[in-house]
Each structure stands twice: as C-alpha cells, then as structure tokens.
C-alpha cells in the first residue's frame, strides 16, 4: 500500500504560485499519482494525475521526479477561491485490485490571503 | 452534463434509528462508490460497484451497514441501527470505468445522529 505524506496546512498570498510536495517513498511500478481538490460542503473534485515527468492542464501542473517518490502539485497565480483542502493519492490505476488508488489521506488544508 | 444526484442532502437521527440515502450516479458510468467522510479526515472507501456488482466492500462494517445497486444505476446505502459514530458525510461518486478514471463525486449527505 503505497502511503502518502502531505503537509497538513499551507498559507498563501493571492497571485503566488502554490506548490504542494506529496510522499510517495513506497510507490509501485503500476502506481498513478492523482490530486483532488475539496471545498467545504462539497465532493471532491478531480484535479490531475499523472505517471512521471510532468503533467500540465488548464488548472494546475504535476511534477514528478525520475524516482517517482515524491510529486509537487503546482496552482499557478492562486486566488481566494482556491482555498480548500488538496488530496493528493497513489495507486494502481490498470487492475484496481484492492483500493489502493481509492485511499484519500487527510489532505493539506490552502488558505489563501487576500 | 448532469453530475452525481444525492438525496437527502441533510439527515438528523437518533442513534440505533435506520437511514437511507440514495445517489444516482453521472449516466453512461459503470463504476459507482460510497465514500465516508468524518469531520477533518480524508473521505474513506465504503464499497464500490461495478455495474451492479460489488468490487470491493472490504471496508463496509457489514454488520450495520448495507448497499445495493439494482440494475447498474441508482443506489442506495442503509445504516441499520445507526451509532453515534456514523454521524460524517457520506459521498457517492462514480467514474466511467474503474481503474484509474476521474471520479465525479456528489454534494454528499451529512448525517447527524443524536
């Protein structure tokens, strides 16, 4: 079971680049890396997922190391509406045998300031 | 699109009383899961059903808990007696296929139980 490690709060200024480091020491070959974004009162949301190198969308980028032991999400230019709490998950993402990829941590809580 | 259907989206109980809740998932999705959230923890796998079948319910304390997906589309999720311990939000989500694809998750039903 590959377990993850995030910090558990970070605080940032509106318009900074937000980086989120997530462990990963243990992670398999067959392992994806997936982040989910929760607001308050709401489900969480798909954010990004990615195997190595580095993932980019319209909302955020995912950097992964050749080692694939840690990945850094990346929130470009934040906003007050940024703030929620961030999943980041590891997982076998092709059988699903056992719920590994389904195993949220307890999150980094962002807050921004205004 | 229509996202993941939840009802109630409120419940307030006695403890050893029954509940219900129900979800319909994002039409077309195979996969459908229930997820546990409790206040300050990451949401926590209950059971996921592939079409109507179950997965995986490893974590479902079955002795209390039940769920069923009759014809591969709505479900429903019973706590049969109901402990102060169960009071959480609980959230269904469901993704195109399982292993690896974005989950979609609903607005969740926070239960109180008194």
């Known amino acids: 079971l590959a377990k993850t490690t995030q910090p558990i709060s970070m605080d940032s200024y509106e318009g900074q680049e937000v980086n989120i480091t997530c462990s990963h020491n243990n992670i398999a070959t067959n392992d994806y890396i997936t982040w989910y974004q929760q607001f308050p009162s709401q489900g969480p949301r798909f954010i990004i997922q990615g195997y190595k190198t580095k993932v980019t969308n319209e909302v955020a980028s995912l950097f992964i190391p050749a080692d694939r032991k840690s990945s850094t999400l990346s929130l470009p230019r934040v906003s007050l509406s940024d703030t929620a709490v961030y999943y980041c998950l590891v997982g076998d993402m092709v059988s699903n045998f056992g719920n590994e990829k389904l195993t949220f941590g307890t999150g980094t809580r962002l807050t921004i300031i205004p | 699109e229509a996202g993941v259907a939840q009802s109630p989206r409120y419940k307030i109980i006695e403890k050893r009383q029954s509940v219900a809740f129900w979800c319909n998932p994002i039409?077309?999705?195979?996969?459908l899961y229930w997820y546990q959230q409790i206040l300050g923890q990451g949401p926590k796998l209950l059971i996921q059903f592939q079409n109507n079948g179950v997965v995986d319910d490893s974590q479902l304390p079955k002795d209390r808990f039940s769920a069923e997906r009759l014809k591969g589309v709505d479900s429903t999720l019973k706590i049969q007696p109901a402990k102060l311990e169960d009071s959480a939000v609980y959230l269904c989500a469901s993704s195109l296929e399982q292993g690896g694809n974005e989950q979609f998750f609903g607005p969740g039903t926070r239960l109180t139980v008194l």
């Open positions: 039409s077309g999705h195979a996969t």
